[in-house]
């Protein structure tokens, strides 16, 4: 069937018409906004949604969690090819062709250029780094790189292929302001709110990240995950 070609209409729009999915401009700026979900995210929430909407408009009989199933399998990279085949015959029996649904899903590039393009005003607020965002990623890292120098280096040291006493890691991400030269330790900069060369007359500010931070570290127990 030829769709209509509506200029400017982008690849969001005219799937989510193909699909009768609704609101969904709606559902990506709150999950964007609230809960801080990625552009990743966003490409797997809609994907899952297409072809939700897919099997619920034909006689096949799902749960949440077949869907979940089938979804994984189409969209891994490398799917099992017999299980690919059992999935693709059950759809193609239930009259939906797996090549158009595949065909209909959205990169993350797709839905960025909606964000920006089609949104527009409303990511140019999500588009503001979040401090606390910024500083729980940074946080994760640095306790990740902690565990993984660990780990390999006592392993290397217990197989005599790094010959010293028990190695204990310290690690230091340092920051050199470009104004004054000084250099920082990047969780006390942080911390800080930025360099004293520059903080003079934003005392506010800097309580203000302070107290953030603070909250942030007590909550920061799932390390592994980032
Ligand atoms: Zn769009
Ligand atoms: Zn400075």
Do not use: W
């Not at 609101?23 to 709150?30: A, E, F, Q, T, V």
């Amino acid at each position: 069937m030829p769709r209509p070609k509506n200029k400017g209409e982008c690849k969001v729009e005219r799937v989510t018409r193909k699909y009768n999915i609704e609101n969904i401009n709606d559902d990506l700026i709150r999950l964007r906004a609230e809960e801080s979900a990625s552009l990743r995210d966003l490409e797997d929430y809609m994907n899952k949604k297409i072809l939700e909407a897919a099997i619920e408009s034909s006689s096949l009989n799902t749960t949440k969690h077949d869907i979940e199933h089938i979804f994984n399998i189409l969209t891994e990279d490398e799917p099992e090819l017999e299980e690919l085949r059992n999935v693709e015959r059950k759809l193609i029996q239930n009259d939906i062709d797996p090549d158009e649904i595949e065909s209909s899903f959205l990169t993350y590039n797709t839905i960025r250029n909606h964000f920006h393009e089609c949104l527009g005003k409303d990511t140019s607020v999500n588009n503001e780094p979040s401090f606390e965002n910024n500083v729980r990623t940074l946080t994760s890292l640095y306790s990740r790189t902690e565990i993984v120098f660990n780990d390999s280096l006592k392993r290397l040291h217990e197989y005599d292929m790094l010959q010293m006493g028990e190695p204990d890691i310290y690690i230091e991400i340092n920051v050199e302001c470009g104004k004054c030269g000084n250099v920082h330790d990047a969780f006390e900069l942080l911390e800080a709110g930025g360099c004293e060369c520059s903080l003079s007359d934003s005392e506010d500010d800097v309580i203000d990240n302070i107290e953030t931070t603070n909250s942030q570290n007590a909550t920061q127990t799932n390390i592994g995950e980032m």
